[in-house]
């Protein structure tokens, strides 16, 4: 009878619940043909694995499966692109990293729960491949698999050849789950797609960045300023990942404009202050206002620009600089070549209760996410703490109660554009004109359900018709019956939101210099 019993319990399908298997056998009595074979292959490839001798992988592929653990391999990668890369790795490794975290929330929630399928027999796998430590949770799906794939197939969407650099590594971390005894080969794969499906549900969420730069009306009424002469600009030193410790800008504002005149600002100093007084200079000198900074540090330089009534140039400095790049800024040296020719553009303002701005207003898990990434900053650097605080709110945010345009709503996040931004989903990268008259209202439902349902429109790509996110193109939009302790993030930067608002837009509010076609 024991033996009977051994045998019956062997005979289970791995991957099948006992409740799924009884159901199969009530309706025929026996197993499921592909069920069987299946099965049989999926340990027959296992213990192909275990019996085959690897030249140095006994070595080599136990210490990467253990490297991977908690996907710190992964966040390893990331914080390396955050220091050595350039702005698209870091991009591309922020989207493996989101992609990660939705890979590893999914397998924790969803997978390990459905299927409780036993780990293999560790007997079958030599004792020096064994890990020290064997895992204690189910076997289906191979969360490093799910891991290792959802963070190459991201990078590889931002960046197809950091993707394709990865993929080695990431394959070498699947197979290791095998060879190290502690999953089957259809665990592995299966996932692999579930970390692939999260990777391409964060694309649907957060679309990948044109190469078009965006239109806007170009004016003639810009000073050409060669060399710089008339050019006041404030350099914020500690805009963005300066803060960490990085060069000193002023040498290379110097280099690209040596005629134009360079005011610092440092710890302890007025950014405002500062602003109005260069303003002042420039105005006095027939000049335009130049800023290098961050997102930020641009919104408060364009306000004393317009008030002055001065065209602004913006020399990108900071952590993101989504303005200079919808503007085709990379570098200041993009901006000294648009100063001296004197080209510039128009380009519209978004406002509110005293407040402008140039890219972004939100309301919900967005200034949530700026807030706790500002606080980890210092310790761990900017780009990490992006990171780190991305995952957190994913996991923790709370939808907020509130009336848009007199209506009551539960919103996940209301998000505002500054002109109408390319891409479906709830977090759009870039704008095809920076002077439309319109702002870009999209609002994250916090229904039942929302955040799930959004991800799987996400991955079907139905998101611009998921009932969840409602997009809506306004010229003026009122907020109303804010909760007492929200913040709001406009431009990066976070403030407590007022008990109500009022949205509106200025049409071509500010001359810009911007680089032409030509010179980009």
Not at 245 to 251: E, K, M
Request: aromatic fraction near 6%; charged fraction near 20%.
């Amino acid at each position: 009878m024991r033996g009977r019993l051994r045998s019956g319990r062997r005979g289970l399908l791995p991957g099948v619940t006992a409740a799924a298997a009884r159901h199969t056998r009530a309706r025929t009595g026996y197993p499921s043909p592909v069920l069987v074979a299946l099965s049989t292959w999926d340990r027959s490839l296992f213990r192909r694995v275990a019996e085959r001798h690897w030249p140095g992988g006994d070595r080599v592929l136990p210490r990467l499966s253990r490297s991977a653990d908690h996907g710190v391999l992964w966040f390893g990668v990331a914080a390396g692109a955050a220091l050595l890369g350039g702005p698209a790795v870091r991009r591309a490794a922020l989207r493996g990293t989101l992609s990660l975290a939705l890979a590893s929330a999914t397998v924790n929630t969803v997978g390990k729960r459905s299927v409780r399928r036993v780990r293999p027999v560790a007997d079958l796998v030599p004792v020096v491949r064994r890990l020290a430590r064997q895992p204690v949770t189910t076997s289906f799906p191979s969360g490093h698999s799910a891991s290792a794939a959802a963070f190459a197939t991201g990078v590889a969407l931002e960046s197809p050849w950091w993707g394709l650099a990865l993929a080695p590594l990431a394959a070498s971390v699947c197979f290791s789950r095998v060879y190290t005894g502690v999953h089957y080969p259809g665990d592995v794969l299966a996932g692999a797609a579930l970390g692939a499906g999260a990777a391409f549900v964060v694309r649907g969420l957060a679309p990948g960045r044109p190469r078009q730069v965006p239109e806007a009306p170009a004016r003639p009424d810009a000073p050409a300023l060669p060399g710089g002469r008339g050019l006041v600009v404030v350099a914020n030193c500690v805009s963005g990942q300066r803060a960490a410790g990085p060069a000193d800008p002023v040498p290379a504002i110097r280099s690209a404009l040596p005629q134009a005149e360079v005011v610092t600002c440092g710890p302890g100093d007025s950014l405002a202050r500062l602003l109005e007084e260069a303003a002042a200079r420039a105005r006095e000198l027939g000049g335009a206002l130049g800023v290098h900074g961050g997102d930020g540090t641009v919104n408060a330089a364009a306000t004393a620009a317009a008030r002055h009534g001065l065209p602004l140039a913006v020399l990108p400095g900071g952590t993101y600089n989504h303005f200079a790049r919808d503007l085709g800024v990379a570098t200041v040296a993009d901006a000294a070549r648009a100063v001296e020719a004197g080209e510039a553009v128009a380009v519209d303002v978004g406002r509110f209760e005293g407040l402008r701005f140039l890219n972004t207003f939100s309301i919900g898990a967005y200034p949530d996410l700026v807030r706790v990434r500002e606080r980890w900053a210092p310790r761990i650097g900017a780009w990490p703490a992006g990171v780190a605080a991305a995952v957190h709110v994913l996991r923790t945010a709370r939808p907020v109660r509130l009336r848009v345009d007199g209506r009551r709503r539960t919103v996940w996040l209301l998000f505002a554009g500054n002109c109408l931004y390319r891409g479906p989903g709830m977090a759009p990268v870039r704008r095809a004109d920076l002077a439309d008259g319109l702002l870009d209202v999209r609002l994250v439902h916090g229904g039942r359900l929302a955040r799930t349902r959004l991800l799987l429109a996400a991955l079907t790509g139905a998101v611009r018709h998921s009932p969840v996110l409602r997009v809506v193109r306004a010229r003026r939009l009122s907020v109303t019956g804010i909760p007492p302790g929200t913040h709001l993030a406009y431009d990066g930067e976070v403030a407590p939101a007022p008990p109500s608002l009022t949205l509106r837009k200025d049409r071509e509010a500010l001359l810009v210099y911007r680089p032409s076609p030509e010179r980009r």
